[in-house]
């Protein structure tokens, strides 16, 4: 693929020299905190600059692309790692190295369309050497980074819409709901405890299934998604061969649920399920779920989470933890209703009564 073609397709996004906007903002903090750096940058690589749509902790709009580490970064389609730019041979004399913002360490993720073409990429800079960025925090910036490319894809997508301006501004503000709890989630996790690593873990777990959970509404034109799909989307990388028969969905009816209430959904089915896998029902070799809900005249819609097994040892439980807390505070708040959080002897019983508007 040509220069020129990639370039036309760079042009064909409406970003360069764009006005800064949120849902772009929202993701070069997200990416700044996630990985521990004092730089991350949305990076777009045109003719002869490189042109950030959007940056954090750093003034410069743009710099020369002869300059820029994104214009190797590009060249490839993994990430690139810098761990000390003043010993790699490529970047030594580079002036922003040896100047302002004296760039040590750079990890760099392209930022590839659909037809393959290298746009930019979503990059993160410290001014200190790093050894340490091992694959979790690769795949942590890749995560990210696929996000960033689903937002342009969305962007593009849009301009061929006659009422662009109206459709552009949903999007943001359906997106922005998303990122907004995702910033959120971070700071509660990060308040939860725990080392680098797990929180590394823990992190790039919840991005991975919300980043399913976004391709399953972006199906849906952003509109809504069925739950049982939600459901089935959610569990099934917890789910073996052995396990698959014993989880079950039972309803009457399926229900159409927002962008906004499957991020909370999702964020529930993936503690449930983890704890059924580890602690739970799925842990032992009989054990079953099942996941069901149900509406009310009153506005309302009750989900339960089942769990029966035998021989199962609980250890005290005092609801305290982060996985705990998402599933007895986070989603009963979020979504104006009630929960209970129940650990038996046979297994896990946890019910949530939500208001059907959170939702739909």
Known sequence: MTEQNRLAA?????????????????LTRLASRALGTEIALVSLIDKDRQWFKSRHGLDAIQTPRDQAFCAYAIQSKNIMVVPDANKDPRFASNPLVTGDPN????????????DGHALGTLCVIDSKPRNDFNEEDRQILADMAATVMAEIEANAQGQV??????????LRHRMGNMYAHVSSLISLMARSGGDQKDFAKRLRDRITVLAETQALIA????????????????????????TRSRISLSTKEDIFISARGAFTLTLMLNELATNAVKHGALKSDTGFVNFSWTGSDDDTIRFEWRETATGLNHGPTNHKGFGSQILTRIVPADLQGTAEHNVLPGGLHYTVIARRERLE
Do not use: C, H, M, W
């Open 10 to 26: 760079l042009g064909r996004t409406g970003l360069l020299d764009s006005l800064p906007e949120e849902r772009f903002d929202r």
């Open 103 to 114: 760039i040590s360490f750079y990890a760099g993720a392209p930022l590839i369309t659909g």
């Open 161 to 170: 819409i006659d009422d662009l301006n109206v459709v552009n501004e949903e």
């Open 219 to 242: 199906a849906q034109k952003f509109q809504s998604a069925p739950l049982s799909a939600l459901f089935e989307k959610t569990v099934s990388p917890f789910l073996s061969p052995e």
